[in-house]
């Protein structure tokens, strides 16, 4: 995978392929179309209470693929200079999250199911799950690229 900019401009809602008929829907994803890793994992989330958050956390390696397969939900990303809200309610839009992004859940809608493809296995040392943390690591990469 190629190294890019970890700022929260790119992450990016993409498009899935939707195949319509009358019998309903169906989405495809396979690796490679349209996010730039091979999924090594996925997972969901379900049955999330109404008025919890999910996420609290950034990745320094793991890229992301987060959809709404049901219901919606709100992510919140975060940059350590900007922050922007992406509302998914659409099974065929996938949030494509890339590595260094503090990420929150939030604002689950009524049996919302948060389907989420991974670049990887899990790996407790990709994450950074305290603010603090996650912010002396974006000032380390910030100056890294001065």
Known sequence: ????????????????????????NITIYQNGTPSPFDVKRVYYLYDVPGGSERGGHAHKELYQLIIAAGGSFNVILDDSRNKKVVELNRPNYGLL???????EIVNFSSG??????????YDENDYIRDYSLYQQFKSNQYADRS
């Not at 995978?1 to 309903?24: F, P, Q, T, W, Y």
């Not at 199911?113 to 990887?120: G, W």
């Open 112 to 121: 919302a199911i948060c389907l989420v493809l991974a670049s990887a296995k």
């Open 97 to 103: 999250v890339v590595p260094g992004i503090w990420r």
């Open 1 to 24: 995978m190629k190294e890019l900019i970890s700022d929260i401009h790119n992450c990016n809602v993409v498009d899935l392929e939707k195949i319509h008929n009358r019998a309903g």
